[in-house]
């Protein structure tokens, strides 16, 4: 619970400042940020809030189904035009994939620097 | 059929249920067949999806403090991401880029030119895109299902999709996830490796300030 009440402590206070300014990212991308400062200056022990946020993260797919089923909701009621969209979508988005990850691998040449042996598959979890 | 905490259990209990079927080539769709599923249980029920969203409002609420936890994995892996920092800037606005000028310059190359003032932040985390969506003068609904879709997309493709293509290091897979899928790609990174998680999270809080920068030229231009 504590882990719980800590974390929405955060949500809050990012969403606090999220309404104090004209133009913000969301409330809880100011939470996350703050929290990752708490924690990397030992303001939030890790163990205060591990447990809790794996817990959260784990299901984290769980929380957006009703965002999902509304969507499959209106696709269902758009008809020819669910099939323009979709098509839309998936080249975009798929682009925007290949490109990200092309460029976080090294594409572009930018900055070879890295963590030599980390973060490659075959890690296995 | 169910009341509201009736929704709450089936959903939960089909999702539980989904997730055990995930293996192989299944991996990643136990969202789209739990959401299809209570998609079609609400028809057969005929209970309206609105009634169903705000029976599900104490699930949804959840997200709020699951994004901020983010920040755990974050401070986890910092080390390893801040190592690769200037790769990642640069991955996160190609990728923000490439995705929403794609999906704008497809709406008018297939003769729907007002489309793309509703999809060109759809890679954005929902709240970011859809302030965004009503200042370039798009569709509220459809914005909203627009980033929905592309999560699920991405999510879909998902890691092994990207290895396919040639992108095997788990923190690039987990930048394009966050970059281009935004929460739903975030999600599923986070359930396949946590560094992958971390640099999605990551890429997917900046992607968003990102594609707000890039629409902020065309948000006068609604005439």
Known sequence: ????????????????????????????????????????????????????????????????????????????????????????????TTLGLIAAGWVAEGGLGVSPRRAAGEGELGHGR | MAGELGWVALTVGLYVLARRGERGRLRGWGLVATAGALWVALRLTGTPPVRYSQALAPVTFLLAPATVALAVPLVRHWPLLAARGRRMVAAIAVGGLVSSFSAALLSVGLGLPGLWRTLLPHSATTPIALPLVAALGGSAELGAVATVLTGLIGSLVGPAGLARLGIRDRVAQGVALGTASSGIGTARA????????????????????????????FVNGRG
């Open chain 2, 190 to 217: 986070w359930r396949e490796a946590p560094e992958m998680g971390a640099a999605a999270g990551l890429a997917m809080a900046l992607s968003g300030v990102a594609i707000a920068l890039l629409c902020l030229p």
């Open chain 1, 1 to 92: 619970m504590r882990d719980l009440a800590i974390l929405l402590a955060f949500a809050a206070g990012g969403q606090w400042v999220a309404d104090r300014l004209p133009w913000s990212p969301p409330g809880t991308v100011w939470g996350l940020v703050l929290l990752a400062a708490a924690l990397k200056v030992g303001w939030v022990r890790m163990g205060w809030v591990e447990q809790g946020a794996e817990f959260l993260l784990g299901w984290l797919s769980l929380f957006f189904i009703p965002l999902v089923v509304n969507g499959i909701d209106v696709l269902g009621a758009m008809g020819w035009r669910a099939i323009e969209l979709l098509a839309i979508l998936a080249v975009s």
